[in-house]
């Protein structure tokens, strides 16, 4: 069994950086219809997205084209997920050298979260979603999670034995897959896939 992994679409910059949870930009919603179209004839049976509106968005052409229902994991959520601030790297990166070290250091702990809790519920949120997939062998298909950055790298580690580094950056609306025969045996197929975006 396969389970796809799909970085939100580009989300819009907050106008106060003190909340989370926004809405994709109008490029992001391109990024969704860009990846709904690459994945829409594979074999899927299930869809699953964090509860943040920007995952959400992201899962909706495909939900749509594939006529399946959108199921939602929290803790595939972005550090925001509870109510707490969200900038978008590339913003930070902007703001210089002082606040790109500062996240680097402890991007959890930049954004006023527990980095350990952080990865505990995150782990308990992919396991929780593999738990379900490896119920349904004879299923067989593919499930899609639509999630974001942080998770997806923690996923990641897991699957590769790294330690809790965040070192992969998945691009907005990237593909990565994993093969799933068991919570503890997880293998990489794929990272970072863009190719269905056009070439600028």
């Known amino acids: 069994m396969q389970l796809i992994l799909v970085r ?15 809405p994709l930009t109008e490029l992001g919603h391109a990024q969704a219809q860009a990846t709904a179209a690459r994945l ?5 049976a299930a869809l699953v ?11 909706a052409p495909l939900a749509a ?22 900038q978008r790297i590339e913003a930070i990166r902007d703001e210089g050298r002082e606040a790109w070290h500062a996240f680097l250091a402890d991007p959890v702990g930049y954004f006023g979260g ?9 782990l308990d949120g992919w396991h929780a979603i593999i738990e379900t997939m490896l119920a349904n062998p004879a299923e067989r298909r593919a499930t899609v999670a639509f999630s974001h950055g942080f998770p997806i790298n923690i996923l990641l580690n897991h699957a590769l034995g790294l330690d809790g580094k965040f070192r992969f950056a998945p691009a907005y ?15 990489v197929l794929s ?8 070439s600028v």
């Open 49 to 59: 997205a964090s509860s943040l509106q920007r995952a959400r968005q992201t899962a």
């Open 65 to 86: 084209a594939l006529n399946l229902p959108l199921a939602t994991e929290h803790r595939i959520g972005e550090i925001d997920r509870d109510g707490g601030r969200y």
């Open 40 to 44: 829409a004839n594979e074999a899927i």
């Open 8 to 22: 939100h679409g580009q989300p819009m910059d907050m106008a106060d950086p003190k909340t989370g949870n926004p």
């Open 173 to 187: 609306g990237s593909i990565t897959r994993l093969i799933v025969l068991g919570w503890d045996r997880l293998s």
């Open 114 to 122: 527990d980095g350990k809790i952080f990865l505990s519920d995150t």
């Open 191 to 198: 990272l970072n896939e863009t190719a269905h975006f056009p």
